[in-house]
């Protein structure tokens, strides 16, 4: 009793520190730009340096807050490792929100289930140790699992859910056949099992009073939603067929990210929140996308 005590009178007299993974993107550097008054501490990862030491000054200079930026590649599986050691050093974990994820337009299917659902996993193994009672992740994930109007094959739910298994991508391919090659299809089935992942994880870090969520975007207005429109034409369909008749727009996510991690929603853990303007109860209740139609919608 006495060291758990200590223990959490340490975390208590530590600074609080935020990570934003993919923070080069739209949803990420919008998410980070919530979080200035929330942790005394920012660390803005980014595969790119430049996207993320150009984020990290613009908060210094705007908001004043110590956010520092952090070169990570995800698929390097040293580098959790080394976000986690950056971390200790700095103070004790409060806020995570990772928006480090891949387009269906810039990726082939492997890379999209390794960035999107293999990699999270990693990261949240290393993290987890850190994580205590307060800590809050948010997960960017998507709305295209509840577009699909297919029944998942019950076979590549259960691969997906150990995404962590060395042969997973092997076993995925052999679940669900040359299909999955296609990168909507494998966007659809990463995203499916970052939901999934999210709620099993909650039940991890809920036994030392953290939480994590995801959130799921519809169509967002950014530069790669513009890309990924050119080339699923399905998309516009969406947005015409949203009740609120737009798309949305960055800060309107990263709105719902900043709740999520906040004090005000501590009772709120596995659960998958949609930001999508109510495409998906237009879906539910008109049909309005055919099976060969479903469209992947990146969360950033």
Known sequence: MMVEYWKRELTLHRKAVGVVTGAGCALGAASARQLVDHVDTLLLTDRDPRAAAALARELVEDAGVDAQPFTLDLTDRQ???????????????????????????????????????????????????????????????????????????????????????????????????????????????????????????????????????????????????????????????????????????????AAVVAFVLSEQASFLNGIDLLVDGGACAANDIDSVVAPRQAAPVLAS
Not at 108 to 120: E, G
Not at 123 to 146: C, E, F, I, K, Q
Not at 221 to 241: C, G, K, M, W
Request: proline share 7%.
């Open 79 to 253: 580098g959790p490792i080394r976000l986690a050691a950056r971390i200790e050093e700095l103070g004790a974990l409060r806020a995570v929100v990772h928006a480090d994820l891949c387009s269906p337009t810039l990726s082939d299917w492997r890379q999209i289930l390794t960035v999107d659902l293999v990699a999270t996993a990693r990261l949240a193994d290393v993290l987890r140790p850190l994580a205590d009672n307060g800590t809050a992740m948010a997960v960017l994930a998507a709305m295209s699992p509840m577009l699909d109007p297919r029944t998942p094959d019950t076979a590549a739910l259960a691969i997906l859910d150990n995404p962590l298994d060395p042969h997973f991508l092997g076993r995925m391919r052999e679940a669900l056949g040359p299909g999955l090659e296609s990168p909507s299809a494998a966007y659809t089935w990463a995203k499916r099992g970052l939901h999934r992942f999210v709620r099993r994880e909650s039940v991890q870090l809920g036994a030392v009073g953290a939480r994590i969520c995801s959130v799921s975007p519809g169509v967002i207005d950014t530069a790669l939603s513009q890309l990924e429109a050119a080339e699923f034409p399905s998309i516009d369909r969406i947005v015409q067929r949203t009740p609120l008749r737009r798309m949305g727009h960055a800060e309107e996510v």
